[in-house]
């Protein structure tokens, strides 16, 4: 065979995940301490697991309709609109997903052809990139700042908006920097919106997880909801990351065409896993504040421990990401993190995983033990004294 010519040219193009890549070769090794997948340590709360084996026990595991469990999708409407004040249609506007990647991979589809542009805020997560190319459109990449504290300005947004612009990007809180977008920032960015007939999809799957400030959603705003894609999931809030599954949630001429993707691609998302989510959305309240009160503990941990390294940190605000410079080091992101986890075995993700602007950064996951942490930074003070001394 001659494989060069099967393989489709788009699908041979494309980067294999950077997080994957770092997080396959720790599990090769001994006494690796990984902070490199963005996964909770703590278990799925035990009335959601209890939910899901009374389902299974009761021989609930056929197929649901193609869009999910009608209850479930009248829970996220309840939840929706409980936390953004805007709520949708659960026979139409909502379809339950394999995982936000689904929401995000079927959005993309539904909307996007041969030459249209996208808008992508980066650093941020690395499936919108690949997946507009694979639909033949145009990453349009905008690079956020630090000094901006990582914030997609309008000022960028103006200036990176052409007549092939059909969807913007809003990665927030975002993955791996930690930002946020708070309600005036989002304003100005509707404000550049209405009038012209550009989408936006919202990944808001870190919305539960934010740090002094309120989540606040564009679809909020006048005018949005109708031009707008929300997506969100259950892994990381409810700490479900294997059960595979998240929620799209828009205008009915959207998810109709969303709708037919899913039906041939999926038929319809893991259906114990659906019976588990509604006990999430309804009784689990107390344990996402736990689990958040938890990890606002471990931020403020790592942040002053990078910082205390001599590393510059930016203070994340949403997620469960730091994302330190290592500039200071004189070492690009990729060898900065092979020394580390070769020298120290631990293993955290280059920056530029995540778009070329992430450069001279690593993100670091404290979705792990505090115990895990200072061993890390323990470990990873002994990497930065060996380097200076090599280069004193």
């Known amino acids: 065979m001659d494989y060069e010519k099967l393989i489709g040219k788009k699908a041979a193009e494309i980067k294999p995940s950077g ?85 995000i991979d079927l959005t993309i589809r539904a909307i996007i052809e041969q030459g249209d542009e996208v808008i992508i805020p980066e650093p941020s997560f690395v499936c919108y990139k690949p997946i507009v190319e694979l639909t033949g459109g145009t990453p349009i990449i905008i690079e956020t700042k630090a000094e901006d504290s990582f914030k997609l300005t309008v000022e960028e947004l103006k200036a990176a908006i ?67 894609i929300y997506v969100n999931g259950f892994s990381k809030a409810f700490a479900m990351t294997g059960w595979r599954l998240g929620y799209m949630c828009a205008p009915h001429e959207i998810t109709m065409q969303a709708l037919k993707i899913h039906q041939f691609g999926i038929m319809s998302s893991p259906t114990i896993s659906q019976y588990a989510a509604i006990e999430a959305l309804t009784n689990s309240e107390n344990d996402v504040k736990h689990m958040v009160s938890e990890y606002d503990i471990r931020r403020r941990y790592l ?31 990729d060898e900065f993190c092979d020394k580390l986890l070769h020298s120290k075995r631990v293993a955290v993700i280059p920056g530029n995983a995540f778009g070329d602007c992430g450069e001279g950064y690593i993100r670091v996951s404290y979705a792990y033990s505090l115990r895990h942490l200072m061993e890390a930074v323990s470990r990873i003070r002994e990497f930065l004294d060996e380097l200076r001394s090599e280069n004193a």
């Open 303 to 333: 942040v002053n421990a990078f910082r205390e390294l001599g590393l510059d940190c930016f203070t994340p605000e949403g997620a469960f990401y730091v994302f330190p410079s290592i500039k200071s080091t004189g070492l690009s992101s």
């Open 162 to 228: 052409t007549e092939k612009t059909k969807l913007l990007i809003l990665p927030y809180p975002n993955n791996p920097t930690g930002a946020i977008m708070e309600r005036e920032d989002l304003e100005k960015i509707a404000e550049v919106l209405r009038g012209t007939n550009i989408a936006v999809l919202t990944d808001e799957i870190y919305s539960e997880l934010t740090y002094g400030k309120k989540h606040f959603s564009i679809i909020s705003l006048e005018g949005m909801k109708e031009r707008t």
């Open 19 to 103: 997080i994957r890549k770092y997080f396959d070769v720790a599990a090769t090794m001994d006494d690796v301490i990984s902070l490199g997948v963005g996964e909770p340590d703590f278990h799925t709360p035990w009335q959601i697991r209890r939910e899901a084996i009374v389902a299974l026990e009761r021989g609930k595991t056929f197929y649901t309709a193609n869009s999910g469990l009608m209850n479930l999708r009248k829970s996220i409407s309840e939840y929706t609109e409980k936390h953004t004040g805007v709520s949708y249609d659960p026979a139409s506007e909502i379809i339950v997903t394999v995982g936000g990647s689904e929401a």
